[in-house]
């Protein structure tokens, strides 16, 4: 009887251990199970989504976002728009010498308008491969600043040697040219095809499109050339200003 006591003592401290041990597995899940987690502060993904991080490290787990994507997108719909609401878009977003100074905002909204299909399709093309090659090796922050100012410098040389005109000024071709002055001088390995035909490296064709401009300036062709130079020696400069300094803007 005795013997029997023990065993079944036995068998009840050994029920009780294998429930704690169950209940203890169990307890890390239950505790979990009312506690709302904040998965954008995880790193699953390896994307940095730290609780300060900026407005595109929260929106680019979801979708791919960049300054020169953004700057596409509203120039296609300003292009829209300009289909629907053509004497808006042309009297109070094109920059027109005259008004300059009524209308300063059009030193900044000129760069995404544009006169026709075309154009947009040759200014988009050019932003895509440039503009975007560019933000990838310097950053978003750094692209913006270059395409904007290259863009404000661009418009106030064509505004300062066509002084009073009333022919307006459209285009991102400014801005577009800062990009690739930029990418000449800190990335002058990349090669392109010149007019979609001629192979040749970048800074060759950085050369001959100021040629191009210079050589066509005062001619009646409706392209602003004073506008192009103006927005690559801006590129130009920061490419300088950058080229020795490789550990900051190649990721």
Known sequence: MQLQSNLSSFSWFARKRLAQERWSGLGPLLARAGRRE???NRDEWGYPTAPNASWQDRIGALMPVSYSGIILLI??????????????????????PHFVVERPWTI??????????????????????????LERRVGGRKFLQIYILSGIVAALAQT??????????????GALFGALGCLAII??????????????????????????DFLFMGSA???AHMAHIAGLFVGLAFGQMMKDQPQFYYR
């Open 221 to 223: 062709d409706n392209i």
């Open 75 to 96: 120039c296609i719909l300003v292009f829209l728009l300009s289909l629907v609401a053509r004497g808006f878009v042309y009297d109070y977003l094109a920059l027109i």
């Open 38 to 40: 904040d998965y954008r």
């Open 108 to 133: 900044l909204t000129h760069m995404f308008v544009h006169f026709s299909f075309d154009h947009l399709f040759f200014n988009m093309l050019f932003l895509f491969f440039f503009g975007m090659e």
């Open 187 to 212: 990335a002058p390995e990349i090669r392109v095809l010149l007019f979609f035909v001629i192979p040749m490296s970048i800074r060759w064709a950085v050369v001959v499109f100021a040629l191009i």
């Open 160 to 173: 300062a040697v066509t002084s009073g005109s009333m022919v307006g000024m459209v285009g991102a071709s």
